[in-house]
């Protein structure tokens, strides 16, 4: 039986850590063979744990003035609530290497880790794209547009047909000793940032 079927606790909402809308201007993304996920064995919508599969990296993508945007959207289906997730995000360059980025983003499936600006919980970093992954399904690119300097304006989103079963994972990785802070989840995630 699911541990999703039955509502289980309340919550409210408090003065002392208000909740703060937006997520920091930065995205990590891995192509989703390259990562082996760890999951908490008794919550599936936590992730504990991020391998390289061999010489694998995370590519970090840095933006500013609140550039980057996060979605996650409920779909019912006939089978059970299944989640449309998206990222959009822009990029403020115009070369080949950036160009062979987007087209790879558009062909293959990549996963994707945000950091909220909310700190003050247990789902302060999230993946997007766990289980289906995520493709490139818009690269917008106005080269009048003054306020991207004629740079890119990108959106990853779930394939066709293939929403997740989940919510965006919450990602909390503990140091080789100790339990999982904000801080050691960061540092394993910069760990493996291809240099």
């Known amino acids: 039986m699911s541990i999703y ?23 990590y993304i891995f192509n989703q063979n390259d990562v082996t996920l760890t999951y908490d064995i ?26 980057f945007g996060t979605t996650s959207k409920l779909a019912k289906t006939q089978v059970g609530p ?3 997730e998206e990222i959009d995000f822009n990029i403020a360059g115009l070369s080949v290497d950036i160009k062979t980025q987007l087209t790879a983003m558009g062909y293959g499936r990549v996963c994707a ?5 909310y700190k003050s919980s247990d789902s302060a970093i999230e993946l997007f794209g766990a289980v289906n992954g995520l493709i490139l399904t818009d690269a917008e690119r106005n080269a009048a547009d003054e306020t991207l300097d004629g740079g890119y304006k990108l959106k990853l989103t779930n394939p066709d047909k293939l929403k997740e079963p989940y919510p965006p994972r919450a990602v909390s990785i503990a140091p080789q000793s100790g339990t999982a802070t904000y801080a050691s989840t960061i540092a394993a995630l910069e760990a493996l940032v291809a240099a």
């Open 113 to 117: 880790i945000t950091v909220n600006n």
């Open 82 to 84: 299944r989640y449309t």
């Open 42 to 67: 008794t919550n599936p919508l936590i992730v504990t744990g991020l391998t390289a599969v061999s010489a694998a990296k995370v590519y970090k993508f840095e933006g500013t003035n609140n550039s």
């Open 5 to 27: 079927n039955k509502i289980n606790a309340g919550f409210k909402l408090g003065t002392a850590d208000p909740i703060t809308a937006g997520i920091e201007d930065v995205v």
